[in-house]
């Protein structure tokens, strides 16, 4: 089992920039990748990128690539995502995930363990 817990979310204004991190416990030793997700009211989870295990492999969703960077420091069991240029439409709901398979992917299903959640607010 791995446990996962986001912090970092908050409130922001349009143009702003948040980082968000997501430490992990307990079965670390495994070799996951790892992603971030969000949820805005009435839609549904949506990829935003996702994260090899050494970090050296990663993707983005087409909304926030050029203004947003995953990246991981395995030593510290933690993953972020440096978030710039926020635009109101990215407020949602974030989630960190992790998963088992050795492949980064953009997939919801391939995911198997998920954190609760930190929300993001960007004001216009």
């Known amino acids: 089992q791995v446990q996962l817990v986001e912090s970092g979310g908050g409130l922001v204004q349009a143009g702003g920039s948040l980082r968000l991190s997501c430490a992990a416990s307990?079965?670390?030793?495994?070799?996951?990748?790892m992603g971030w997700f969000r949820q805005a009211p009435g839609k549904e989870r949506e990829f935003v990128a996702a994260?090899?295990?050494?970090?050296?492999?990663?993707t983005y969703g087409d909304s926030v690539k050029g203004r947003f960077t995953i990246s991981r420091d395995n030593t510290k069991n933690t993953m972020y995502l440096q978030m710039n240029s926020l635009k109101p439409e990215d407020t949602a709901v974030y989630y960190c995930?992790?998963?088992?398979?050795?492949?980064?992917?953009?997939?919801?299903?391939?995911?198997?363990?998920w954190g609760q959640g930190t929300q993001v607010t960007v004001s216009s």
């Open positions: 995930a992790a998963s088992k398979l050795r492949v980064v992917s953009r997939l919801i299903a391939n995911y198997d363990y």
């Open positions: 307990g079965r670390t030793s495994i070799n996951y990748a």
């Open positions: 994260i090899g295990w050494s970090g050296d492999i990663t």
